[in-house]
């Protein structure tokens, strides 16, 4: 299995939105709603934002949201704010019954 | 409140096997409805699923890793443990041990584990 697509990088403002696309293929985001987002800041653990395609965990800020469409998904984060910065990574369920990672996005609030 | 704990060397020889344990504490392994697994990231790189275990025993193994891979639990120490056999350099990352299903939502600290002779 590959991994699915994401930009290297994104940036923006405070204050502005920023969109990561996440793209894979049929027999993973394109089949299944199961696609997870988890915002990673080095030496800590990871933190899921997104499960299910759209859903919030409990906590997390409605300033994350997340679509899918065919074979991309997509993390939305409005209200850019200095702790956003971070790594941020896609996850789907695939046709294998295994999951797969996006290769990372690394968002930079100038 | 649920909390992962890995254990294990830091430090594996190239051509043996990795060892790790993570230890759950504020429930139980046994939870119907849970997956328990195993996530690394080499240094520099990205996250990479290693597999995941079933509260009934299924497992589940990423193709790439599935001929050296084998997750298995201890209910009686409410535990569960990663094992990576013939290990190399590219194995060397942080290793994380979680809990879920589709999805992630609970995680351990992570551990580094360093392959170097």
């Known amino acids: 299995q590959s991994a699915l697509t994401q930009p290297a990088s994104v940036s923006g403002s405070p204050g502005q939105s920023i969109t990561i696309s996440c793209t894979g293929t049929?027999?993973?985001?394109?089949?299944?709603?199961?696609v997870s987002w988890y915002q990673h800041h080095p030496g800590k653990a990871p933190k899921l934002v997104i499960y299910?395609?759209?859903t919030r965990p409990s906590g997390v800020s409605d300033r994350f949201s997340a679509s899918k469409s065919d074979n991309t998904a997509s993390l939305t984060i409005s209200g850019l704010q200095a702790e956003d910065e971070a790594d941020y990574y896609c996850?789907?369920?695939?046709?294998?019954?295994?999951?797969?990672f996006g290769g990372g996005t690394k968002l930079t609030v100038l | 409140q649920l909390q992962l704990q890995e254990s294990g060397p830091g430090l594996v020889k190239p051509s043996e096997t990795l060892s790790l344990t993570c230890t759950v504490s504020?429930?139980?392994?046994?939870?119907?409805?849970?997956?328990w697994g195993w996530i690394r990231q080499p240094p520099g790189k990205g996250l990479e699923w290693i597999g995941s275990?079933?509260?009934?025993?299924?497992?589940s193994y990423s193709p790439s890793l599935k001929s050296r891979v084998t997750i298995s639990v201890d209910t009686s120490k409410n535990q569960f443990s990663l094992k990576l056999s013939s290990v190399t350099a590219a194995d060397t990352s942080v290793y994380y041990c979680?809990?879920?299903?589709?999805?992630?939502?609970?995680w351990g600290q992570g551990t580094l584990v360093t392959v170097s002779s």
């Open positions: 979680v809990r879920g299903g589709y999805y992630y939502e609970d």
């Open positions: 049929s027999s993973d985001v394109g089949d299944y709603n199961y």
């Open positions: 504020g429930g139980s392994i046994t939870s119907s409805s849970y997956y």
């Open positions: 996850s789907s369920y695939t046709s294998s019954s295994t999951l797969v």
């Open positions: 275990l079933s509260y009934s025993g299924d497992t």
């Open positions: 299910e395609v759209s």
